[in-house]
């Protein structure tokens, strides 16, 4: 019995498997024929092909029946697993393929975690359920630093620059908010103006987090006419929020922080502003992985 590089008999292929499970379930050739789609001269000679390859007969057959031989019987196991790995295996590729399976590394900025981040991930886990999704919370600039180095797949982060080969596609827009603490002589206005923050201590999060993230909410300040002196550095809304409730100072947000204030803490709108906080898709421009691309295209439906 000549035999390829794999050890397997040579001439033997995938058809001669499937052919011989047919017969060996239906215990006659016509019938195999049929469930084959196949004329019956043509499956027998296979058959006689595969006996020949293996070196033995699989099957008895007389005009009346056809019975499995020791032999037959213990490859038909063989066979029948054989043929579901490879179906396995082929299904699991093209599911890869597509973007139906694999790990995909999302890194996020923390704010992002109040707006659509939530509803994405779950949508996404009900397209894409074998998908294994490895999550990690961070700044912008850290998001982006790992995009760039290969350690995440994708990113939604928070204004950041463009950057020389990351694709950058804004998913939602916020307006700013100015966050007071309750006892402030305006907290009560439906919306205040930049100017109420002029003169207060601010408690915001670090420049490390993204240049544009960072300088993006003070421009407002400074198109009123002031920079403000940042007193206290935060890395997390949460704890920004509770410094502002405890009397350290004011900030600017978006406005989805909003949502998680206490309650010796309020987030007005800004009148007469326009500029706005841009949450945004990012992944590398060369990466066309369809695992890469089918989250994109699910963060950009909204």
């Known amino acids: 019995m000549q035999r390829n590089d794999s050890g397997l008999p040579r001439g033997l292929e995938l058809r001669h498997l499937r052919y011989f499970v047919a017969v060996a379930e239906e215990l006659h050739f016509g019938r195999a024929a049929r469930r084959l789609n196949l004329a019956q001269p043509p499956l027998s000679q296979q058959i006689r092909q595969l006996e020949e390859l293996l070196g033995g007969p699989l099957l008895l057959r007389n005009s009346r029946s056809v019975q499995l031989t020791p032999a037959g019987a213990a490859f038909l196991g063989r066979a029948r697993r054989t043929l579901r790995n490879v179906h396995d295996d082929v299904w699991e590729v093209r599911s890869i393929s597509q973007g139906a399976r694999g790990v995909l590394r999302i890194g996020f900025a923390g704010s992002a975690i109040l707006t659509v ?3 994405l991930l779950s949508r996404y886990r009900t397209q894409a359920p074998l998908v294994d999704l ?20 994708a990113g939604i982060v928070r204004d950041t620059d463009p950057v020389s080969g990351l694709d950058i596609r804004t998913v939602s ?42 300088e993006k909410p003070l421009s407002l300040c400074e198109a009123a006419g002031f920079r403000p002196v940042i007193a206290q550095e935060a890395s997390q809304w949460l704890t920004i929020l509770r410094l502002v409730g405890a009397g350290l100072g004011v900030s600017l947000a978006p406005a989805s922080v909003a949502e998680v204030a206490p309650a010796n803490v309020v987030c007005r709108p800004l009148s007469k502003v326009t500029l706005e906080s841009n949450l945004q898709f990012v992944c590398r421009t060369d990466d066309r992985r369809p695992l890469v691309r089918s989250f994109e295209a699910l963060a950009l439906e909204h």
């Open 173 to 214: 827009s916020e307006p700013f908010v100015a966050v007071l603490p309750s006892d402030h002589p305006d907290a009560h206005l439906a919306a205040v103006p930049v100017d109420v923050l002029r003169g207060r201590p601010f408690v915001y999060y670090p420049r490390s987090a993204g240049t544009r993230a960072f």
């Open 117 to 119: 981040l939530p509803g």
């Open 134 to 153: 490895n999550l990690r919370e961070s700044f912008t600039a850290q998001v982006v630093d790992g995009l760039l180095s290969g350690s995440l797949d």
